[in-house]
C-alpha cells in the first residue's frame, strides 16, 4: 500500500484581498501561469475567485479556467471532475454510437444525479456539427482546429457540455465547457 502523505503545511488560498492580490501578482509574473493570465494578476484574481465559488483551489483555478472571447468557461475534464467529486452524481457514462464518420455518428453522454428520477441523456452528432457549421471548421488563415483534428473529441465535449449543464447547473455556475466556448463567434 501507498504511504499517506503529510498534511501539506503551505497554500496559496488567499484569506483576504491583499493576499488575493499579492498571490495573483506573484503568479503573473512567475513563469508558471498559463500564457492568457501572464503579467495579468486582476485576471488571475478574478479566475481564483470563480475557481473559489466552484470548489477550486488557486492554481487548479487557473490551470482549469479558460477566458475565451472575453467570458469565462471551464474545461471539459475539470467540469466533470467538480461534479463527479461533488458526490451527488450515481452515474455518469459517455459512449458513441452509429458509424464514423457518418451523420448518425454522435457523442453520448448519460448522467444520473441521486434523488432524481431520471437519468439526463445528450448527445451531439455529425450531423448536429454540420447544422452548426462546426464539421471540418478551420481557423484564421484556413489552421486546423480541433473539429478537423479531434472530432470525436468534440462531438463528445459538446454532449458532454449539455449533459452536464443540465443535470449540475448548480455546481457549474453558468459556466460552459472551454471547448465548446472557443466555437463562438469573435
Known sequence: PLARQAPRSFSLMPQSLGE???????????????????????????AIQMGCDLGLKPMQALQNIAVINGRPSIWGDAAVALVQSSGVVERF??????????????????????????????????????????????????????????PKRMLQMRARGFALRDAASDMLMGLVLAEEAQDYPT
Not at 492580490?21 to 484574481?45: F, Q, T
Not at 448536429?128 to 462546426?134: E, F, P, R, S, T
Request: glycine fraction near 8%; include cysteine.
Open 93 to 150: 457514462h459517455e459512449t458513441t454510437e452509429g458509424t464514423f464518420p457518418n451523420d448518425d455518428f454522435k457523442a453520448v453522454c448519460i448522467i444520473k444525479r441521486k434523488g432524481w428520477p431520471d437519468e439526463i441523456r445528450r448527445e451531439f452528432s455529425v450531423a448536429d456539427a454540420k447544422l452548426a457549421k462546426l464539421w471540418g471548421k478551420t481557423g484564421r488563415e484556413g489552421q486546423p482546429t480541433p473539429w478537423v483534428t479531434y
Open 20 to 46: 488575493a492580490k499579492e498571490i495573483a501578482s506573484i503568479i503573473a509574473n512567475s513563469g508558471l501561469a498559463p500564457n492568457d493570465y501572464v503579467r495579468k494578476p486582476d485576471m488571475i484574481l478574478v
